[in-house]
C-alpha cells in the first residue's frame, strides 16, 4: 500500500509502472516518462552538448587515445583480420620493421606498417607501408596482368 502512494502518475492519470533501457520511469499507457527523468535527460543533454562542443571534448578523446592506442590496435586487429599483437608482431619482426614491397621502415612512415590482405579470402599477405598498400596492391588486385604488360 506504501509503494502506491509513492508512486508517480502521467497528466492522464497512469502510474509510471514501467522502466526503460535508459533507467527512467514511464507510463505503459501513454509511453511518457516521468518528470524527475525529463529533467534528468535535459541535464544530461545540456552537460553533453557543452561538453563536446569546447576543446574539452578534443582533449578528453586525444588523451584517451594516446593511453589506450594499443589497445585499439589489438582490437582492430583482431576484429578486421584475425591477428593477435603477437602475431602482429612476428610478423614485422620477420620483415625486419620494413615494408614487403619498398623496404622502407615502418618508424619513418608516418601511419607505421599496416596489414596487407586479400579482400576477397580475407588471408593476411605481410605487412606494407600506407603508399604501397593503397596504390600498388589494389592495382595488383584488379588488374592482375597489368605490370607484366608495361
Not at 509502472?17 to 518528470?35: E, F, L, P, Q, W
Not at 589497445?71 to 576484429?79: I, M, R, S
Amino acid at each position: 500500500m506504501d509503494s502506491e502512494q509513492n508512486t508517480e502518475i502521467c497528466q492522464r492519470g497512469h502510474p509510471f509502472d514501467r522502466i526503460n533501457t535508459y533507467g527512467n520511469k514511464y507510463c505503459g499507457t501513454c509511453h511518457k516518462i516521468s518528470a524527475s527523468a525529463y529533467e534528468k535527460n535535459q541535464k544530461r543533454k545540456r552537460y553533453k552538448k557543452a561538453y563536446m562542443k569546447g576543446s574539452l571534448w578534443k582533449q578528453y578523446t586525444s588523451e584517451y587515445y594516446k593511453i589506450h592506442k594499443e589497445d585499439f590496435k589489438a582490437w582492430h586487429l583482431q576484429n578486421k583480420y584475425g591477428l593477435s599483437m603477437a602475431d602482429y608482431r612476428t610478423l614485422e619482426v620477420e620483415q625486419g620493421g620494413r615494408c614487403a614491397i619498398c623496404g622502407i621502415l615502418g618508424t619513418e612512415t608516418k601511419k607505421g606498417l599496416v596489414v596487407d590482405h586479400n579482400h576477397k579470402t580475407g588471408k593476411v599477405r605481410g605487412l606494407l607501408c600506407n603508399i604501397c598498400n593503397s596504390h600498388i596492391v589494389h592495382v595488383l588486385e584488379d588488374y592482375p596482368g597489368l605490370l607484366d604488360t608495361a
